[in-house]
């Protein structure tokens, strides 16, 4: 057994696929951490025929391929553009399949206040007649609420750059270039229709029963773009929506890779870039000091402290901000959250005053509407940014002077506002926007690369801050359960070096800060990679794109390559091309009983031959730092 952070379960364990809360061969305490939480969902069901395969997941469709290529990510009812609905109750789910066919039925009931609606769901596959997705909701008394959609997720990484044709709900028909760069608003007209390839000679044409918007959601941090249809007219009584793909010439076959039994990391000499600083987002704990364990915080070592404030007069916030910072002997990025509607030297004067009486004096200052402001709000014009970065810059002369959006990227990349003048540019991330299951989450990390690409443009130059990220942005007071547990960590891990490879100079994430018996896994990231800050990156390549992710850098002992594993189920990777024939491990996994030690110094290790295969569990996490 490899030596491991004791958080209960047995290496090597399957787990069966499928979204957040998934149902799994495992203990209670098993799916705590891995998961935190122990919550038993519906189990995904597969469907497949003669090449044509996807998942049955409640009453969605997900990961449906053609000739094992991804040509939807998911289909299902949404509301708005967000997830299957919470409020659909399923009573029954049938599957049939034989060897040229698959059917599924799904029924049951959907509450929207005091309205519920009875729901039928068809579902047919095949790889010569093609797929067939319906849905009918039929209110029980009173009316459907207008926004319950029908979403079609389509992988970007199929279709960037790509020309598709398009069926225009009036009109005729034309083409359209899905875009490299995220796009503001809708990519297309009201459409009927969708033509793409899949592979040379194969094509898939998906046809809709009502109008759709074809939109970019990687602006949000999904690696999709979505087809949602228009809104119903009010007052029916009856929704219904179908899709219907048909497929042109024959499956491209299994074009992709095969798997290696084991996989590999090589490594391939230093690169240009460089470790980003790692900070903590501590806006919860100095709100509210009593709620959080502020000695674990702080045991996590981050190089950098992060706080946004919105009050007109902030002092007690600061005040513990400062004492924190003391303790920690970390520099403070201080966020000040303005109103575009108010004079911003009328806003930055408060918190200034605030800062100074506490004793703070932030290395970094960010300065931009709150989050919720935008898109949606009109852009701040020019005049507005002028005069908000010099009341910014006259308040916090000693400081570096950022702005951007407080928010994802779509409101930054909305607003624009101008970058020259500042010495960095944010935003933040969520890769639960649309949807929190567990895959769409993992996938979503390739959305990164095009919003980096995108700001480089933007900034001109300017680093790049990406600001307070994780998993629970949006899930409220409360945070996202599995921030506390192994898949919090493996994400956080992938998330780094996503960054890191992008040249990316800092990085602050909400970490889970609220008082428990046992430190969260990563705690033991942040302390580990905070520590790098700054190292040169090495280049390396991994035989699993997707599955198997990694941030290799230089040290004074030498090479330092940290492992994640971002799948569901175990792998083994060996590492080629290191220094010596033994190395030192350490591994997050599911090894052991839970009740690991306060102190994220005492992560255990051990050494092991260099060309012994490293076992990574579901979401595991491995540290290797030093070869001999």
């Known amino acids: 057994m490899l030596a491991a952070v004791r958080l209960g379960g047995h290496i090597g364990r399957s787990l069966r696929h499928g979204g957040q809360g998934d149902q799994m061969v495992m203990t209670e305490q098993e799916r705590l951490a891995l998961y935190g939480t122990a919550a038993v969902d519906a189990a995904p069901a597969p469907l497949g025929c003669r090449g044509l395969t996807a998942t049955l997941y409640r009453a969605e469709l997900r990961r449906i391929t053609f000739g094992n290529v991804e040509f939807l990510r998911g289909v299902g009812l ?24 698959f059917a599924a039925t799904v029924t049951g009931g959907y509450r929207s206040g005091g309205m519920r609606a009875r729901v039928e769901i068809e579902i047919s596959g095949d790889s010569a007649l093609g797929l067939r997705y319906r849905v009918r909701l039929a209110a029980e008394g009173g009316a459907m609420p ?20 398009l069926t225009l709900a009036q009109g005729a028909p034309a083409d359209g270039t899905m875009p490299s760069r995220p796009a503001v608003g809708p990519l297309f007209a009201p459409a009927a229709g969708l033509r793409y390839l899949l592979a040379p000679g194969t094509s898939a044409a998906l046809g809709f029963s009502s109008p759709v918007i074809v939109t970019d959601r990687r602006n949000w941090m999904d690696a999709e773009f979505a087809a949602i249809s228009v809104a119903p007219p009010p007052g029916g ?41 790692v900070g903590l987002d501590v806006a919860d704990v ?40 003391r303790a920690r002997g970390a520099p403070v990025t201080l966020g000040l959250a303005v109103d575009p509607g108010v004079p911003p030297a009328e806003q930055i004067r408060g918190p200034a005053a605030a800062a100074r009486e506490a004793g703070l004096a932030p290395a970094w200052v960010v300065a ?63 890769p639960s926007w649309h949807a929190a299951d567990n895959a769409t989450v993992i996938e979503n990390l390739a959305a990164l690369s095009p919003l980096v690409t995108e700001i480089y443009g933007l900034a001109r130059g300017k680093p790049l801050r990406l600001g307070p990220s994780g998993l629970g942005a949006r899930a409220g007071a409360e945070g996202d359960s599995r921030d506390r547990a192994l898949f919090g960590a493996a994400w956080c891990v992938g998330f780094l070096a996503e960054a890191a490879r992008l040249g990316v100079e800092a990085v602050t994430l909400r970490v889970p800060t609220r008082d428990a018996p046992t430190l969260p896994p990563i705690t033991h990231v942040v302390r580990g990679l905070a520590a790098g800050a700054g190292r040169r990156l090495i280049h390396s390549t991994a035989s ?7 941030l290799i850098f230089e040290t004074a002992a030498g090479p330092e390559a940290w492992l994640v594993n971002l799948a569901d189920e175990p792998q083994a990777v060996v590492i080629k091309g290191g220094p010596g024939t033994r190395l030192r491990l350490q591994v997050l996994d599911l090894g052991g009983t839970a009740g690991h030690e306060r102190d994220p110094g005492e992560w255990p290790e ?19 730092s030093g070869w001999h």
């Open 237 to 277: 009584a009856v929704l219904e929506y179908a899709l219907s793909v048909d497929f042109t010439g024959y499956p491209p076959g299994a074009i992709m890779p095969e798997k290696r039994a084991v996989a590999e990391v090589s490594l391939v000499g230093a690169g240009g870039d460089s470790v980003p600083a």
């Open 78 to 101: 949404a509301l708005g553009d967000r997830g299957v609905p919470a409020e659909l109750e399923l009573e029954h789910t049938a599957v049939t399949a034989d060897d040229g066919r």
């Open 286 to 325: 100095v709100e509210a000091p009593g709620a959080f364990d502020v000695a674990a915080l702080v045991a996590s070592a981050p190089a950098y402290l992060y706080c946004r404030v919105s009050r007109a007069n902030p002092l007690a916030p600061l005040v513990r901000l400062a004492e924190l910072a």
């Open 606 to 624: 051990r050494v092991q031959a260099a060309t012994e295969p490293i076992a990574l569990g579901a979401y595991a996490v491995a540290r290797v």
């Open 368 to 430: 931009a509407p709150p989050p919720g402001a935008a898109p949606a709000g009109a852009a701040p014009d020019a005049g507005y940014w002028e005069a908000l970065y010099a009341a910014v810059r006259a308040a916090f002369p000693d400081s570096l002077i950022g702005s951007g959006s407080f928010g994802p990227f779509a409101a930054l990349n909305a607003w624009r506002p101008p970058a020259q003048p500042l010495d960095f540019v944010t935003f933040s991330v969520c």
């Open 544 to 550: 699993r794109g997707g599955t198997l992710d990694r």
């Open 146 to 165: 207008g926004d319950v959609r029908l979403l079609a997720r389509l992988p970007a990484a199929l279709l960037t750059n790509r020309t598709i044709a």
